[in-house]
């Protein structure tokens, strides 16, 4: 056995020419896992630079300052790009080509040069010139009909929710494409968008299928009030409490006991008159009243029940999270401008190649000397010496993993991973995965993987696993700590028959620390990352409110993707395997990563007003004459005296950090007195950026858009069950190996004979092994035997 070393992308140079979170904060997984990243910035820096989330965004990278219209500058950049790994970069569609650097003229010049570009919209969408703020993205995107509030229609969502994806979709595409350059030595062009990132987190929701029920859809449906884990929130004698299922753990002692309560569980309650129940919800409403968040906190855990306190992220810095320090979650940094600050951590945690934070973020052009320098003295580095191996049709053609997960956020991921190409064994217990009964959270995770149904507590079905290990390049779970060393797949199992393995688990709360053996659902981290705090603008006195994308159990999946693919790059380089992880509890963190402390004082971020509407007058979205929306997004002041120009409110232009809510409120009547199609067409032409928020229509209208059809941000396949179905497709673009949507979830067992087969047995031992009940796969009563 040999044992890692080093870091993940040693020998990697990243060159930075991204602004802002997006495609920043996953350049800073790569820097933080051994990518040498220096960061081009124009002579008066990156314009984010302003806002203190930088501190976070933009730290482990050096930074030089560079003109690229001037030649001297270019002749600098020139240089750089000749001893560069990846360019990535983050403008319009075009920008980069009027500079003399868009793809094509780079390749041409450095082909061994991966080149990753994050733009707002798709390049060839119909949008993809318009203005690219999240917002606007959020809104003509579909993100904000999505998301119930306290009132009809759109809401603003305060967490970026497509910047946040383009942030893990962006680093997924360049160590994809590195794990290609391995093999032809052969750069490519890598594209991604904020669009691409919205459409990740849509993974449970809009989905389109022929043969329906209104089951298919009832788990994750938009309600009014919110529904989906909302009525797990409770109001406590000082503050909130998220209370979940699914802890991984049997309690000990009943909620109602507990609580003081004599009344039936809530699951039984619901065959109750209507009058009945809302006396026992009053009842319990009163009894969490009646308590102290941190003391009720820890009477229910003492009892293995799975919930969390509702705060802020600055509060789980503060006074820290008890598994977020256990995760070295909790990282003092010191910023060159803050001094002392206390930032998140390394979310991805590789074993054999742990992360670091190498340095805080730069000062502007604080490295341009000694880059420079390095460009005179140190020679050009060669050119990737190509492995020999066969090149693959497919991103991650030609590997094979292993997925022993259930539910959404261990499963997730494998799906993203097989959308890239490569072949995902599902491993699932002879009686199902048990999300099967949530159909469309099930199909959200599971397309184009091949089904293995086996019983792991049978010796047989154990060893029959860890053969199909052996053919594998990667075993994936969440598995409660400990679970899987007792049915016999653990990390050291898995080792012992495939030394090179990439072992992956994406836990709750992490591998150790106090609720390491713990469970749970993506609520509680919602709660305890601050997102369900500022969804519900809690700090006005409001209730909070769950996100309905399910944000955490998608960030722990994504997270576990670019920690899979990091630990694949060590391996391409060096030949060792390694045990990683990720949590849920990290991938909140994620959402939340301009959250710090200054010398232990938190720093304010912007907040929703009490409708949840945006950030501030010219960032919100407005309601218009005909009930209708429109969002706006004036941040120069050259935007918001347009604004106050088009709304005739001149009078507003010097009042731009004014009393919030009268600028706001005067705002409103003026948009009070035009449609939005008119706002829009007036607001254009002003040179007002603007989009109206998409009716998804349930996700009818993205999925059929013409646009995102031909873009291939739309894939649609036969289901065996549902028939005709679509979803969204393509969240990464390559030039050269793209990745491949490989068709719909799998029924159970649906591959079995396929598998075992492929691992040697006969016919024969398979028809014994599904007899004897160590096998299944599908027959003539999986209909009734499977029937949700």
Known sequence: MTTPSGSALDGIRILDLTWGPGASVGVTM???????????????????RGYHGSAVWHRSRRSIALDLTDPADAATMEDLLAGADVLVEGF?????????????????????????????????????????WDALVQAAGGAQSEQPGWRLGPVYNHAPTPTLGAAFLAPMGILAALHQRATTGRGQHVRTSLLQGLFL?????????????????????????????????????????????LSGLTPTRSIEDILGLDQPHPYLQASAPAEQRERWHAERAAAFASWKVADLVQALREHNHACEAVVTAEQSLAQPHPQLAANDMVAAVADPELGGTTQMGVPIHLLGTPGAIVSPRPRLDEHGAAVRAELREVPRRPLPVPSGGPAQPTALGGLRLVDFGQYLAGPFGPMLLGDLGMDVVKIEPVGGDNMRMAQAPFNGCQRGKRSLALDLKNPRGREIALEVVRTADVVHHNMTKGVADRIGIGYADCRGVNPAVIYCNTYAYGLEGPLSHSGGLD?????????????????????????????????????????????????????????????????????????????GVPLERPHLDAGLHGLGPGY??????????????????????????????????????????????????????????????????????????????????????ADNVRLGLVAEYEHPVYGRTRQFGHLIDFSETPGRIAGPAPLVG?????????????????????????AYEPGEDYRERFAN
């Open 30 to 48: 790569l820097a933080e896992h051994g990518a040498d990243v220096v960061k081009v910035e124009p002579p008066g820096g990156d314009p984010t």
């Open 750 to 774: 649906q591959h079995t004979r396929e598998v075992l087969d492929g691992i040697g047995l006969s016919q024969r031992e398979i028809d014994d092994l599904v007899a004897a009940g160590v």
């Open 620 to 705: 919100r979205l407005y309601r218009c004459q005909d009930e209708q929306y429109v969002q706006v997004c004036a941040t120069s002041d050259a935007e918001w005296a347009a604004l106050c120009s088009a709304a005739g409110a001149e009078e507003l232009t010097g009042r731009r950090g004014d009393d919030r809510a009268e600028v706001e409120a005067e705002l409103e009547a003026a948009f009070a007195r035009r449609t939005a199609w008119n706002w829009k067409r007036a607001l254009d032409s002003a040179g007002v950026p603007c989009e109206l928020p998409l009716d998804t229509q349930g996700g009818v209208a993205p999925l059929h858009d």
């Open 92 to 132: 319009r569609p075009g920008v980069m080509d009027r500079l003399g650097l868009g793809y094509d003229a780079v390749h041409a010049r450095h082909p061994a040069l991966v080149y990753c570009s994050v733009s707002a919209w798709p390049v060839g969408h119909r949008n993809e010139q318009r203005p690219g």
């Open 201 to 245: 987190y849509t993974t449970q929701i809009w989905q389109d299928v022929e043969h329906w029920a209104p089951a298919f859809h009832e788990v994750m449906a938009k309600t009014y009030p919110p529904g989906i884990h909302q009525g797990m929130i409770w109001q406590t004698a000082d503050g909130w409490i998220h209370l979940s299922v």
């Open 523 to 599: 609520p509680l981290y919602q709660a305890s990352g601050g997102i369900e705090f500022e969804q519900g603008a809690v700090h006005l006195g409001q209730r909070p409110l769950y996100v309905r994308f399910g944000f955490t159990d998608q960030a722990n999946a994504v997270l576990s993707v670019v920690g899979v693919l990091l630990a694949l790059a060590h391996r391409d380089r060096t030949g060792e395997g390694q045990e990683l992880w990720t949590s849920l509890l990290d991938g909140a963190a994620v959402f939340a990563s301009d959250a710090l402390l200054v010398d």
